[in-house]
């Protein structure tokens, strides 16, 4: 295996930082090692603060990833680290593409989003790379009846990426309380993916994304988080706060 990533703290939430995060998971695959793969923002740091819960399957996670701009900022101006924002919808497709090219027998599963979402994600994604093994889907609104179905078609598939759209912090909850299911699997709480890659939303524009500015098109499509986007200055305040502590310390 590779050398394990960099593991730094933004306000308490580990962060693992490496330089090639998709090769490291299609070595993971390689050797069979179960993986969870969070992708944090600053959103889910402030969610993790309030949820004891959240933040225990956080550190109990193999990988965390600096999914937001606020997380990238934190570790560039407090670890002075050279690194770079990975979008968790950026990290899934690139690892959908290298296992359609360089593991074509992998299995994939999608699961979550409205009804019909996660079949018109994967149908996207058999266009994409026809060589990719898609095993299955199953949308993410459900009764305890189906969720038991799931359950054991997931054990029967035994697929090897698992990707999860329910939202935070429902599906970083989910993947923690079923990861036994499937042991070995690599498995990725993908948010919204699932509806970009079904065509039911759009993502950002680049210039938004390259600006730090993602978050707006967000609130723009979704207005009703604008409570949730609280939480982007009560983190900038708290980062402001901690790196001003962390000087007088010095």
């Not at 960099?6 to 695959?29: A, D």
């Not at 009846?145 to 990707?163: F, G, K, R, S, Y």
């Not at 699932?194 to 680049?206: E, M, N």
């Not at 939480?231 to 010095?250: G, H, I, Q, W």
Request: glycine share 8%; charged share 15%; net charge positive.
């Amino acid at each position: 295996m590779s050398k394990p990533p960099k593991v730094f703290s933004v306000l308490g939430i580990p962060v693992h930082v490496m330089s090639n995060y998709p090769g490291w998971l299609l070595e993971c695959l390689q050797h069979s090692r179960g993986t969870h793969v969070v992708t944090l923002n600053a959103e889910m740091t402030m969610q993790a603060e309030r949820n004891s819960a959240l933040a225990q399957v956080i550190h109990d996670a193999e990988l965390v990833i600096p999914d937001g701009a606020g997380v990238v900022l934190y570790l560039q101006w407090l670890f002075w680290q050279k690194v770079q924002r990975c979008p968790g919808i950026e990290l899934a497709e690139t690892l959908l593409r290298e296992i359609g090219q360089k593991q074509k027998g992998a299995k994939v599963f999608f699961y979550g989003g409205a009804p019909g979402v996660a079949a018109k994600a994967a149908d996207f994604w058999q266009q994409q790379a026809p060589d990719l093994n898609i095993v299955g889907t199953h949308s993410g609104y459900h009764s305890p009846d189906e969720e038991a179905q799931l359950h054991q078609t997931l054990t029967q598939l035994q697929p090897q990426v698992i990707l999860v759209g329910l939202g935070v912090p429902r599906q970083e909850l989910w993947i923690a309380k079923n990861r036994h299911l499937c042991p070995q699997a690599i498995w990725i709480g993908v948010g919204g993916s699932l509806d970009i890659w079904s065509g039911s939303k759009t993502r950002a524009p680049a210039w938004l994304g390259n600006n730090n500015l993602e978050w707006l098109y967000r609130l723009y499509q979704e207005p009703w988080r604008w409570r949730r986007m609280l939480a982007l200055p009560e983190f900038a305040l708290k980062a402001f706060v901690y790196r001003l502590t962390a000087k007088s310390a010095v």
